[in-house]
């Protein structure tokens, strides 16, 4: 007795194979117990989240920018004084249409001629190497209360949406509306489908989805940090002001919205940016990516990476 007792015991700790089989009841109980706390899909309510300096802290076309630099694709010096000379006119409100119409130029030539794959697997890179310890951990926990609710959940930003798509990724999110600039055969084009996502072009891309994904926008949420996103924080029913600029959080106390700031002591100094500012940098980037790809046309083309950088 004693013998096959110790036998038993060894083939349990794997010295012979056991030969017990698993009864199918715990199988019956485990699916139950998943399927209990897994949250009813709620498919018409959904949350739509600003990135730059809403879930992120800084703009992510700028650690794109950084990045790329690091990577000799242009200079920090290029990037810094570009991204100023955009800032300043931002700063003194010149953003008239031929400022936005410069904008849009820069964006069509810093996209042209390079593959999408190329993009999509730097902005991989690059969101590892600088933007993943840059999200804002309240505003991740503000995106999985909605997920946890059985709703979808979007990021909705003027970067490329080939970006925002790695960012939404990398979270666990639904999804990303951002920029989207044509492709053909694989490559860029250098001409934009529609307009930079930015301002009341939000709007129009979220009303687009909610006509397609049938949301009640009644019943869903937006979060951003600038002024500039009123439009995008009015069309749904509960809008969160998050990290808000001067001017955002006086509108927000107006209209009664939620106020969430994350940002604290020295870390806020730095954060607490002119709502533009993700613009600006963006805008001065794209300029100086040009410049500078223009000048390594020859070197992208023997390591494969042919003509100018996208952003």
Partial sequence: MASRLSARRRGAR??????????????????EVEAAL??????????????????????????LARGLAARKYFTTGDLLRFG?????????ASED????????DAALAFVADWRVDDLERLSEEIFDELMAERIWAGTRALAQLHLDAGQRVWLVTAAPVELGRVIAQRLGLTGALGTVAEVRDGRYTGC?????????????????????????????SAYSDSVNDVPMLSMVGHAVAVNPDSALRRKAREEGWEIRDFRTGRKA????VPAALGTAVA?????????????????HIRRG??????G
């Fill in 14 to 31: 794997g010295g012979a194979p056991s030969t017990k089989l698993i009864d199918p009841a715990a199988g019956w109980a485990a699916a």
């Fill in 38 to 63: 897994t949250p009813p899909a709620d498919p018409s309510a959904a949350a739509f989240f600003d990135v730059d300096n809403t879930m992120m802290q800084g703009a992510s076309i700028y650690y």
């Fill in 84 to 92: 100023l000379q955009q800032l300043k006119f931002r700063l003194l």
């Fill in 97 to 104: 249409a031929g400022d936005v119409s410069s904008a849009r």
């Fill in 192 to 220: 934009l489908v529609g307009d930079l996502l930015h301002g009341p072009a939000k709007v129009e891309a979220i009303t687009a989805l909610a006509e397609a994904e049938g949301l009640d926008l009644a019943r869903c």
């Fill in 269 to 272: 100094a730095k954060v607490a």
């Fill in 283 to 299: 805008a001065g980037a794209l300029v100086a990516g040009v410049t500078m790809a223009r000048r390594r046309r020859g070197s």
């Fill in 305 to 310: 990476l042919t003509g100018r950088f996208a």
